[in-house]
């Protein structure tokens, strides 16, 4: 817990540099590197006997999809890197087909989820950032997830005794559910009222309670979704990067659920508005 905390005061006050004061692009490399690391956390524990060119491959499209999103033509890069990504590897795979060192389906599906799927929907941080008062917004995702994850583990600690999912995660209480949403709610309250009062931000309350009750709830099935990845393949840990935290998948897991969902809301329904 000591190990714990310590890496938490570091890394919390580094990444908030980040994502509230510098630019886009910060939070960009900021992405890459997390989706890389996550990428390489991902194939080493699920498919250790794969081979080292299509990690390659993986890791550098996971890392490439959200550099992509603080280019000047976001959209058509990130087509392209996923259709080199998929060409590179169904080429490879034809011509090693039937031969030592051939792919494995798996590997393909493995490779897919976690080289493209994982990076598209992280990369909803940086295109937060970029967006109109981006430095408020990109925080909506970390405040939800950070928030709900916390009451969830304490409600679950404390009042916990009806298990919901023994099976995928023993530990998962309905307490602790309604507690870490109940805590996401009210955190994204406290979080926006803030700004509310710190600036000239004019805040859509109304906004705040859905984003609170979606994000919370979504936080949730993302930390549910990657421990049911977890009993599929019979790993307790995707690493060890981080001390006292696991690997870079084990802490950006359920942001990659929470993140898409805010940036979806902050489009068809802000949040923020400045007059």
Same mark, same amino acid.
């Given at each position: 817990? /000591?190990?714990?905390?310590? #890496?938490?005061?570091?890394?919390?006050? %580094?990444? +908030?540099?980040?994502? +509230?004061?510098?630019?886009? !692009? *910060?939070?960009?490399?900021?992405?890459?590197?997390?989706?890389? +690391?996550?990428?390489?956390?991902?194939?080493?524990?699920?498919?250790?006997?794969?081979?080292?060119?299509?990690?390659?491959?993986? %890791?550098? @499209?996971?890392?490439?999809?959200?550099?992509?999103?603080?280019? @000047? *033509?976001?959209?058509?890069?990130?087509?392209?890197?996923?259709?080199?990504?998929?060409?590179?590897?169904?080429?490879?795979?034809?011509?090693? *087909?039937?031969?030592? /060192?051939?792919?494995?389906?798996?590997?393909? @599906?493995?490779?897919?989820?976690?080289?493209?799927?994982?990076?598209?929907?992280?990369?909803?941080? $940086?295109?937060?950032?970029?967006?109109?008062?981006?430095?408020?917004? #990109?925080?909506?995702? =970390?405040? #939800?997830? +950070?928030?709900?994850?916390?009451?969830?583990?304490? @409600?679950? &600690?404390?009042?916990?005794?009806? /298990?919901?999912?023994?099976? =995928?995660?023993?530990?998962?209480?309905?307490?602790?559910?309604?507690?870490? $949403?109940?805590?996401?709610?009210?955190?994204?309250?406290?979080?926006?009222?803030?700004?509310?009062?710190?600036?000239?931000?004019?805040?859509?309350?109304?906004?705040?309670?859905?984003?609170? %009750?979606?994000?919370? !709830? !979504? &936080?949730?099935?993302?930390?549910?979704?990657?421990?049911?990845?977890?009993?599929?393949?019979?790993?307790?840990?995707?690493?060890?990067?981080?001390?006292?935290?696991?690997?870079?998948?084990?802490?950006?897991?359920?942001?990659?659920?929470?993140?898409?969902?805010?940036? $979806?809301?902050? =489009?068809?329904?802000?949040?923020?508005? $400045?007059?």
């Amino acid at each position: 817990m /000591k190990t714990r905390i310590i #890496v938490a005061a570091v890394a919390i006050p %580094i990444l +908030f540099v980040i994502m +509230f004061f510098l630019p886009p !692009v *910060y939070m960009g490399f900021l992405t890459a590197i997390i989706c890389g +690391f996550a990428a390489f956390e991902f194939m080493t524990a699920l498919s250790p006997n794969m081979q080292l060119k299509n990690k390659v491959f993986t %890791i550098a @499209a996971a890392a490439l999809i959200p550099l992509t999103k603080v280019t @000047a *033509y976001p959209t058509a890069l990130t087509m392209a890197v996923i259709i080199l990504y998929a060409v590179v590897v169904f080429v490879d795979g034809i011509i090693t *087909y039937g031969g030592e /060192k051939d792919i494995q389906f798996k590997d393909i @599906a493995y490779g897919f989820f976690i080289g493209i799927v994982y990076p598209m929907m992280l990369s909803s941080l $940086v295109m937060l950032k970029d967006m109109y008062l981006g430095k408020y917004l #990109v925080l909506l995702p =970390v405040v #939800v997830t +950070f928030c709900c994850d916390s009451g969830a583990y304490f @409600a679950g &600690v404390y009042f916990g005794r009806h /298990k919901v999912t023994p099976r =995928v995660s023993p530990n998962k209480s309905a307490e602790g559910f309604i507690g870490g $949403v109940l805590t996401g709610i009210v955190c994204m309250f406290i979080y926006c009222g803030i700004v509310a009062l710190a600036t000239d931000i004019r805040v859509n309350f109304w906004a705040v309670a859905l984003y609170g %009750i979606l994000g919370s !709830v !979504v &936080v949730e099935i993302g930390d549910l979704a990657f421990s049911l990845i977890k009993r599929l393949v019979g790993i307790k840990d995707y690493g060890k990067l981080i001390p006292g935290h696991g690997g870079m998948l084990d802490r950006f897991d359920s942001m990659s659920f929470a993140a898409p969902v805010m940036y $979806v809301l902050s =489009v068809i329904l802000p949040v923020f508005r $400045v007059f």
